[in-house]
């Protein structure tokens, strides 16, 4: 008898479990994979008009009317339909005029509209459909299917004020991409795409405002590009003097900011093949540096290949760079100009704390010779497995000859000047240096290094 008690109440314990265990697996499957949201933002007079499109499937804990085997009751899906955009909408998208959130909002309209619906093709058109007459309830639309059209106004002081926007609408779905176009009062347009919540953007920012943005972008870049940062490391490891690095770094910049500059200017394959391959070299790159420094760099001409190199670490900067873009507004020279003052800053903050750990570290620990090989293995092994990594996506393309048309000489013509830049750069650098007396030759670094050693043993006596 005890053991058939005990027996029920393991059995209750596992169906109350599972009852438990069933709701959550189910509202885990309301959040969509992937939703894209459509939004326009217009300022004019003293109102600030936003559209949005939201598929309907990101509304999953509310209920609509329903009939049938699902399908949406319109005439009576009023309240919830403005219960959904005051939920998911209106308390997650946050305007700004000169830097103060626009509180006072009004929700004027929604409405829904089929899948098919192409009436966010452009502002005027959205707006004339969301005070449109709603669909009839005849209308066989599953609620899951539904497109709903949002109309949220703010008042603003004037419609040339600073706008910004801090959209926060990633919590839609997994992965939330949204189309924003902000409608400038003389008429232009500013477009946005971004994944999940991109924090404040500027909506038609001053030249001020996308500078700082991208002087920031570059920082960051330098400091979590892992690849950038070993091939930064695998200069400093034999020569580590801020005054002999300024012509292996100034190369590597001045060669980076061309092609950087040049792909932004649409000078770079669009070709779905060309990033892996920039992937590969430079990773290729970093094993090239470190096996320099295990059989010995040669200083006089070590400036030459970080601009070789630097060439290609430029076109991996115009990736982050190009899909940033949007964010530049009218200032793209501006912005380019920042985002390389950005990394240059964060190379500068690098060569700053590397230096003195590893002079300390070739001091103390281990000797210099020794340390440089062992550092440079370890940063070839890694680069080594990434090159054959990203070598293996690469395969994976197809690549066929290139159409002999006017696209094709169009293209070659604009390598022809991008080739011409890059050797009058290259030869200007190399005067520079020349006059400057910055080449640091194999027979001075040996010297130097023969001096620290007296010195160090000096002070240990």
């Known amino acids: 008898m005890k053991s058939s008690g005990l027996a029920r109440l ?202 700082l943005r991208f002087i920031v972008m570059g920082f960051w870049h330098i400091l979590e590009g892992i690849d950038h940062l070993l091939f930064l490391f695998c200069l400093v490891i034999p020569v580590r003097s801020l005054r002999h690095l300024i012509p292996v770094v100034t190369s590597f910049t001045i060669a980076h900011s061309i092609t950087l500059i040049a792909s932004s200017m649409g000078v770079a394959p669009r070709a779905l093949w060309f990033p892996p391959l920039i992937e590969t070299l430079i990773a290729l790159s970093i094993v090239y540096m470190a096996f320099e420094n295990i059989v010995g760099a040669r200083p006089e001409r070590r400036w030459m290949v970080s601009f070789g190199f630097g060439l290609v670490h430029g076109f991996g900067f115009s990736f982050l760079f190009s899909e940033t873009l949007q964010f530049a507004g009218g200032h793209l020279i501006s912005s380019l100009l920042a985002f390389n003052v950005g990394v240059e800053l964060g190379q500068i903050l690098i060569l700053i704390l590397v230096i003195p750990v590893l002079n300390l570290l070739f001091r103390y620990l281990v000797a210099e010779r020794i340390g440089c090989i062992l550092l440079s293995a370890l940063l070839a092994h890694s680069a080594w497995h990434w090159m054959l990594d990203r070598g293996a996506q690469l395969q994976l393309f197809t690549f066929q000859l290139p159409i002999f048309d006017n696209l094709f000489y169009a293209a070659l013509m604009r390598w022809g000047m991008l080739l011409i830049i890059v050797i009058g750069c290259f030869w200007l650098t190399y005067e520079l240096f020349r006059r400057l007396n910055l080449v640091l030759s194999f027979a001075e670094l040996t010297q130097m290094r023969e001096s620290e050693a007296q010195e160090s043993g000096s002070v240990n006596s």
């Open 10 to 211: 393991l059995a209750a314990g596992a169906i109350l479990t599972g009852l438990l265990m069933f709701p959550a697996a189910g509202s885990a499957h309301d959040i969509p994979s992937r939703v894209t949201v459509y939004a326009f933002a217009k300022p004019e007079g003293n109102t600030l008009t936003a559209l949005l499109r939201i598929p309907m499937e990101a509304f999953g804990e509310i209920s609509f009317p329903l009939r049938g085997p699902g399908y949406l009751r319109i005439s009576d899906a009023d309240f919830a339909l403005r219960d959904a955009a005051r939920v998911y909408i209106t308390e997650s998208l946050h305007f700004y005029e000169n830097g103060v959130e626009l509180d006072e909002k009004y929700l004027e309209a929604t409405r829904v509209s089929l899948p098919s619906s192409r009436a966010f093709t452009d502002f005027e058109t959205a707006l004339e459909n969301i005070h449109s007459p709603p669909l009839d309830d005849d209308v066989n639309l599953f609620w899951r299917q539904g497109m709903l059209d949002v109309l949220v106004t703010y008042p603003i002081g004037s419609e040339d004020s600073d706008f910004s926007v801090d959209p926060q609408l990633g919590t839609l779905s997994d992965q939330t991409t949204t189309v924003l176009r902000f409608i400038l009062p003389g008429g232009g347009e500013r477009l946005f795409n971004y994944l999940g919540n991109p924090g404040l953007v500027e909506l038609d920012p001053r030249w001020r405002q996308a500078a």
